[in-house]
Every structure is written in structure tokens, then in C-alpha cells.
């Protein structure tokens, strides 16, 4: 059975310190990749996706992709309380229809 | 621009009754379409996904089902609820070059 695993946390960051969320996945045939932002009580936010290998910069957030490791992670620099929420690692299944596997997030909580 | 829209946002409703779940999507024709499943502290679990008018396909065994009876239009039912079936359900729709999925807004179904 295709997997996404990530580490449910929760991490704990201060305020202004880089947060580092990862993920693993089981489907080498995987080619796109998403991080999800999902705060409490409400439904997931498209962050970032990445689907090559190597770094996707996108303001305060870097995805990083290695398709050798099956490992996919998101770094958030400055990290501020309105950051603290959930992060889901979704992979996109090889084959049609474009469904995607989720992990079961990481809950990040910024302190000030 | 595209947006989706789920209603009812919350939904308590006793074991054994029916359930009706919908979603519209405007601002895009013909999008692929997705119900998922958030149990409390879990990851999202993919229900059912559609890629046209009267296209459903299911992802797990249950008691639900799923309908498209309009191009954005996506029903999620079922007949008899059961307590398992408690959750937040999401629908989502692809857009994008990278098949990226964008969620609506969720229902909270609390079943007693």
C-alpha cells in the first residue's frame, strides 16, 4: 500500500527560528509533491508543491525534494505564532485521475 | 476565479438517518472532483473522485456514495449513518498545471 509518513509532533519552534517539516513516501513513481497548511477547525491551504529535485523558494518557505530518498521536506525561516498549525505531506499517485496520498500532518507550534 | 463551496458546515445527525453532503464548484468546467475524510487527529483519507458528469469512482468500501449529477456539482450520501462516520468531510477540485487540489470549506458531521 502506497504511503506518506511524517512525524506528528508536535514540533515546537521559538519564535523567529527555522521550523523543518519532513516527509517520506513509498511510490517511486511519484512526481509531484504538496504541503498543505490545515489550522484548526478548518480545511488544508495549498502552501507549496515542488516537483523536481532540489529546492522551491516561496517567500518565508523552501519545499525541498529528494526523489532518490523518497524524502520530501518544507522549511519556514522566521517562524511566527501564525504559523502554528498542522502541515500535511500530500504525493501524487502514479497514475490517471490525479489523486493524491496524505500524510497525517505535523503539528507545528510557534512560541513567542 | 475559481472558487467551491460545501454546505451544510456543521451537521449533527442521529445513527441510522440519512446524510447529504454537497458541493459546488464555480469559475471552471469539467474539473476533477474529490471527497475526503478527516477523522479527529488523522490524516485526509480519499472517499470518492470524479472526473465528469456521472463519473464515480470509490476509493474504500462503506455505507457512503457518491453522485455528479451537474458538471460542478458533487453529492456525497448516505442512508443509514453510522457512528464510524463521524468526521470532516472535504471536497476538493483539481486545477493547475501540476495537479494541484484546492479544498472547500468542510463539513463537520458529529453522528450520535
Known amino acids: 500500500q502506497k504511503e506518506v509518513e511524517q512525524n506528528s509532533g508536535p514540533l515546537s519552534v521559538p519564535e523567529g527560528a527555522i521550523a523543518s517539516l519532513n516527509c517520506t513516501y513509498s511510490?517511486?513513481?511519484?512526481?509531484?509533491f504538496f504541503w498543505y497548511r490545515q489550522y484548526s477547525g478548518k480545511s488544508p491551504e495549498l502552501i507549496m508543491f515542488i516537483y523536481s529535485n532540489g529546492d522551491k523558494e516561496d517567500g518565508r518557505f523552501t519545499a525541498q525534494l529528494n526523489k532518490a530518498s523518497q524524502y520530501v521536506s518544507l522549511l519556514i525561516r522566521d517562524s511566527q505564532p501564525s504559523d502554528s498549525a498542522t502541515y500535511l505531506c500530500a504525493v501524487n499517485m502514479e497514475g490517471g485521475y490525479n489523486k493524491l496520498i496524505f500524510g497525517a500532518g505535523t503539528r507545528l507550534a510557534v512560541h513567542p | 476565479s475559481q472558487t467551491i463551496h460545501q454546505w451544510p458546515a456543521t451537521l449533527v445527525q442521529p445513527v441510522g438517518s440519512p446524510l447529504s453532503l454537497e458541493c459546488t464548484v464555480e469559475?471552471?468546467?469539467?474539473?476533477?472532483l474529490y471527497w475526503y475524510r478527516q477523522a479527529a487527529g488523522r490524516g485526509l483519507q480519499l472517499l470518492f473522485y470524479s472526473v465528469g458528469i456521472g463519473q464515480i469512482s470509490s476509493e474504500v468500501p462503506q455505507n457512503l456514495s457518491a453522485s455528479r449529477p451537474q458538471d460542478r456539482q458533487f453529492i456525497l450520501s448516505s442512508k443509514k449513518l453510522l457512528l464510524s462516520d463521524s468526521g470532516f468531510y472535504l471536497c476538493?477540485?483539481?486545477?493547475?498545471?501540476?495537479?494541484?487540489?484546492?479544498f472547500g470549506p468542510g463539513t463537520r458531521l458529529t453522528v450520535l
Open positions: 511510490d517511486r513513481g511519484s512526481q509531484s
Open positions: 469559475g471552471t468546467s469539467n474539473p476533477n
Open positions: 476538493a477540485w483539481r486545477g493547475g498545471r501540476y495537479n494541484e487540489q484546492f
